[in-house]
T-cell receptor, first 113, second 115 residues
Framework: AQTVTQSQPEMSVQEAETVTLSCTYDTSESDYYLFWYKQPPSRQMILVIR??????QNATENRFSVNFQKAAKSFSLKISDSQLGDAAMYFCATDWGAQKLVFGQGTRLTINP | EAGVAQSPRYKIIEKRQSVAFWCNPISGHATLYWYQQILGQGPKLLIQFQNNGVVDDSQLPKDRFSAERLKGVDSTLKIQPAKLEDSAVYLC?????????????FGSGTRLTVV
C-alpha cells in the first residue's frame, strides 16, 4: 500500500527567508507522480508543484522547488523568499493506480512578518 | 476556466439525519473524486468515477454512504444516517483522463458538522 509521511506537524519561518518541508513516501509503483498541495483557510487544495518519478531533474516553479531523492523515497519542498501569502497547510501526496491520490498528514506553515 | 463547484459550503445536522453534497466538475474532466478530510488529517479517497462508472469505492462506508454521477457530469454524495465521526470536510476533485496531463483540481469542499 502507498503511504506518505510528513514528520513536521508545524513549521514557521521569517518572511523572506527559506524553509524546507519534509516528506517521505512508500510505494510499490514503478511509475508514479509526487505532488505538493497547499490548502489555505478557504479549504481548496491548490497544486504547488509536481514531480514525475522517472525524471531525475528536480521540479521548480518560481520560488518553489523540490529535492527528490528516489532511492531514499524522499520528496522535500523548499520555499524561497517566503511571503505572508505562503501561510497554509501543505500536503505531500503521491498518485497510484488510476490516478488516485494518497496524502500525508500535512504541515502547517506559519510566516512571521 | 471555471473551477470545481461544490455546495453547500457548510452543513450542520444531527446524528442519524441524512445529508447530501453536490459537485460540478470542470467541463471535460472525465474523472471525478470524493475525498473525506477529517480535522488534522490529509484527505482520504472515498470514491472515484470515470465518466459515470465507479472505478474505486473500496474505502466508501457503503452501509451509510452512497454516491452517484448521473450522465457523467455532476455528482452527489449522500450520508444516511450520519454519525458523529462523519464530521469532516468533503472535497470533490476532477481531472483529465490523460495521466501525463493529470493535475487533479479541487473544489472548496463542504464542511459537515454532525452534532
Amino acid at each position: 500500500a502507498q503511504t506518505v509521511t510528513q514528520s513536521q506537524p508545524e513549521m514557521s519561518v521569517q518572511e523572506a527567508e527559506t524553509v524546507t518541508l519534509s516528506c517521505t513516501y512508500d510505494t510499490s509503483e514503478s511509475d508514479y507522480y509526487l505532488f505538493w498541495y497547499k490548502q489555505p483557510p478557504s479549504r481548496q487544495m491548490i497544486l504547488v508543484i509536481r514531480q514525475e518519478a522517472y525524471k531525475q531533474q528536480n521540479a521548480t516553479e518560481n520560488r518553489f522547488s523540490v529535492n527528490f531523492q528516489k532511492a531514499a523515497k524522499s520528496f522535500s519542498l523548499k520555499i524561497s523568499d517566503s511571503q505572508l501569502g505562503d501561510a497554509a497547510m501543505y500536503f505531500c501526496a503521491t498518485d497510484w493506480g488510476a490516478q488516485k491520490l494518497v496524502f500525508g498528514q500535512g504541515t502547517r506553515l506559519t510566516i512571521n512578518p | 476556466e471555471a473551477g470545481v463547484a461544490q455546495s453547500p459550503r457548510y452543513k450542520i445536522i444531527e446524528k442519524r439525519q441524512s445529508v447530501a453534497f453536490w459537485c460540478n466538475p470542470i467541463s471535460g474532466h472525465a474523472t471525478l473524486y470524493w475525498y473525506q478530510q477529517i480535522l488534522g488529517q490529509g484527505p482520504k479517497l472515498l470514491i472515484q468515477f470515470q465518466n459515470n462508472g465507479v472505478v474505486d469505492d473500496s474505502q466508501l462506508p457503503k452501509d451509510r454512504f452512497s454516491a452517484e454521477r448521473l450522465k457523467g457530469v455532476d455528482s452527489t454524495l449522500k450520508i444516511q444516517p450520519a454519525k458523529l465521526e462523519d464530521s469532516a470536510v468533503y472535497l470533490c476533485a476532477s481531472s483529465a483522463p490523460d495521466r501525463a496531463l493529470n493535475m487533479a483540481t479541487f473544489g472548496s469542499g463542504t464542511r459537515l458538522t454532525v452534532v
